[in-house]
């Protein structure tokens, strides 16, 4: 790999030879004199390794290195020097030196350390990079809902994430109860930590409390090493226990413990190690129900629910599917390599019409579905999954419930639809209902429809 590096020296032998020998390796190289010059350089060039001679005139390695942490703090230092000692070698790397070498250089370990520094460096490049990725996903502008409903959800989410509290997230399977959570660890104090997905149903009763905890050798026949268990992963910032109420008891139990005592043993240890982690649980069943049937302990459940958050299912927020559908296509032509634009009146009505019980989920599956079938430039009701096809689809939405309801209804699905065909120009809007522009904000409001979707929006459902 190629690096940019710069080489610091006051021995102008040294540095032209080991400059010779970077380059004939590949490297773009860049030398100084001393610590001043190193300097003057480093305010108008990057690079990626600096390696410098710590006895010079005037400011010395050290005093460079320190200089470097504070302006490029990304750049790796390598000291080199003739006057070795235990008590310098020490101080350097404490420093932020990234190694240390002896005077006279041999140029080839030199050229193969800085191989090994040049793919830690863009290793940790791509961490950083996916990090920064994933934190901006779950960035509340990136968020896609416009409902009062998920407003009031989001509220929620930004005052937990600036507590340390336990969250009891419910609601239907695919209403994203999961990138709630994740959202919730990634804007609070522990960001930099992991988060730990843990599927309760999908972890046989009988390993439950090795799973939880960890164990170290020798534990148990068969624990033939030590073994790092989700609240030890977790240290240090989030466990999410999805399905909580498939947690066998004996499980739970344990769980209570650790909750109450702030700490836990991993099995086959005697050393006791701190619950350093925030713990959000979730369910998609009915919490009472299951707390009364004895499913749940209500010990535990009160321990976990100190803030309860309700995700509506997607039927209940329907305002919120034209912006969905607008990401979901955004996102597919990307994977898919098309150019699709949307869908077009007829099926943005269908979709509003329908009920959609697996949620957010059922949604993008359908609309992946449409992207691959569809060969126009806009979606059609026949690229829809056939569940989704038929007039009985659409009529059936007024052949039941009371009339005011049903009209009520039909009101808002033509309202969302007009909006999404004139891209939220309620001027345009209100022209192709027949209204005028302020009886379509009455209308707006009445229905508690969202005034304009945020056009930014790019995060998965």
């Not at 404490?94 to 090994?116: M, N, Q, T, V």
């Not at 050393?271 to 009915?286: E, F, G, P, V």
Request: net charge negative; proline share 3%; charged share 30%.
């Amino acid at each position: 790999m190629k690096a940019r590096i710069l080489v610091v020296d006051d021995e102008r032998a040294i540095r032209d030879l080991l400059s010779e020998a970077l380059q004939d390796a590949g490297h773009e190289v860049l030398s100084a004199g001393g610590g001043e010059e190193a300097s003057a350089i480093l305010r108008e060039e990057n690079f990626q390794i600096a390696i410098c001679d710590i006895k010079m005139p005037g400011m010395d390695g050290l005093q460079l290195l320190r200089h470097i942490r504070d302006v490029s703090p990304e750049t790796a230092v390598i000291l080199v020097t003739a006057y070795a000692s235990v008590e310098t070698a020490v101080y350097a790397l404490r420093s932020g030196a990234f190694d240390y070498f002896l005077k006279p250089l041999i140029f080839e370990e030199i050229i193969a350390k800085i191989s090994r520094i040049d793919e830690y460096l863009k290793v940790k490049r791509e961490n950083q990079n996916l990090r920064q990725e994933v934190e901006a996903r779950y960035d509340f502008p990136n968020m896609i809902a416009k409902s009062r409903a998920m407003d009031a959800v989001f509220g929620m989410i930004r005052k937990v994430s600036a507590t340390a509290s336990n969250v009891l997230i419910t609601g239907e399977s695919g209403t994203g109860k999961e990138m709630i959570a994740r959202a919730i660890h990634f804007n609070s104090l522990v960001r930099e930590g992991k988060f730990v997905p843990v599927n309760c149903g999908a972890i046989p009763t009988t390993l439950w409390e090795s799973e939880i905890l960890g164990y170290t050798r020798g534990a148990f026949t068969g624990a033939m090493t030590d073994k790092e268990g989700y609240l030890q992963s977790a240290d240090g910032g989030t466990l999410f226990l999805d399905e909580i109420t498939e947690m066998p008891p004996e499980a739970q139990v344990k769980l209570l413990r650790v909750i109450e005592e702030q700490e836990f043993t991993p099995l086959g240890s005697v050393k006791t190690r701190r619950l350093n982690a925030r713990i959000i649980a979730a369910s998609n069943q009915d919490m009472g129900r299951e707390v009364d049937g004895r499913k749940l302990r209500e010990d535990l459940y009160y321990r976990l629910n100190v803030v309860h958050i309700a995700v509506p299912p997607l039927r209940e927020r329907k305002e919120d599917i034209p912006a969905l559908v607008r990401h979901l296509v955004r996102r597919y032509n990307r994977e898919l390599g098309k150019k699709i634009q949307g869908v077009d009146n007829a099926t943005m009505r269908l979709l509003l019409s329908h009920d959609w019980k697996g949620n957010v989920r059922e949604l993008k599956n359908a609309v992946e579905r449409a992207m691959i079938f569809c060969d126009r430039e806009t979606i059609g009701v026949d690229d829809l999954p056939t569940e989704l096809h038929g007039a009985k689809k659409i009529s059936g939405l007024l052949s039941h419930g009371d009339l005011k309801q049903s009209v009520r209804e039909f009101e808002r699905i033509s309202i969302l639809s007009a909006l999404e065909e004139a891209r939220y120009d309620k001027r345009h809007a209100a022209s192709l209902l027949g209204l005028s522009k302020s009886s379509l904000y009455r209308k707006m409001e009445e229905l508690e429809i969202g005034l304009s979707p945020d056009d930014s929006l790019d995060q998965d459902p």
